[in-house]
């Protein structure tokens, strides 16, 4: 009597051993991934800043920075480039402690304000309002020459403290009774948050912001 071939296919030994080796790598490729990811989103500090080393979430300090957003060529998308120093609310020269209290200010109240609500913050939230991701580097700023304030992050803050007084959207923004305090860590948690590199995130925010500037630069 012959013996009886069995197919590869319908063999319970073959297909326990390849899941076994697919559940093995999985699971080292994912421990990989956990590693990569935690360097990739540790914030750097002030010596990165001052070092001119790019890390994908700078220091709290990089509100003492110029920050624009400008396209990539290698990567295909725009990418943040912290640049020289600037004054932010009067000063330059806040230290890792000042600027970190002033982001925690400004993510407690986005979260006390229930900010997600309305607005996208580096992919989470709603779509009732403008994407915070970039807001910073919102050429519309620009347009309404800060609200009278003297500087952009002045006219941030007036806007967040008065916004159905001071209405720059189609969709107004109700007025959530933002103290000042609050909107100074609002407005340093916003610069910090388009410092981050997001790959790009949120798509064609670079271009159209460097067609705004373009049309300035030609005026």
Known sequence: MSKRTVSVWTDNRFWMRSAGWITG??????????????????????NDLKSGIAKRVPGPTVINY?????????RGHEVPIIGEKEKFFGRDD?????????LHIGKLASQVKNCM?????????AYYAPDLTKAW??????EVAFLGAPTKEEGIAKFLMDPSGNVM???????????????KGLVAFLKH???????????????????????????
């Open 25 to 46: 790598f999985s699971a080292v490729l994912l421990i990989w991934l956990t590693f990569d990811t935690l360097a990739q989103i540790q914030m750097g500090d002030d």
């Open 66 to 74: 110029n920050i624009k957003y400008q396209f990539n060529e290698k």
């Open 117 to 125: 609500n309305c607005h996208t913050l580096l992919g989470n939230g």
């Open 94 to 102: 806040y230290s890792e402690e000042e600027a970190g209290k002033l």
């Open 137 to 142: 580097l919102d050429p519309k700023w620009d």
């Open 169 to 183: 959207h189609s969709k107004a923004m109700p007025n959530l009774g933002i103290t000042e305090k609050e909107a």
């Open 193 to 219: 948050m388009s410092s981050i590199d997001t790959n790009g995130f949120p798509r064609n925010f670079g271009k159209k912001n460097l067609v705004v500037n373009e049309k300035r630069g030609n005026q």
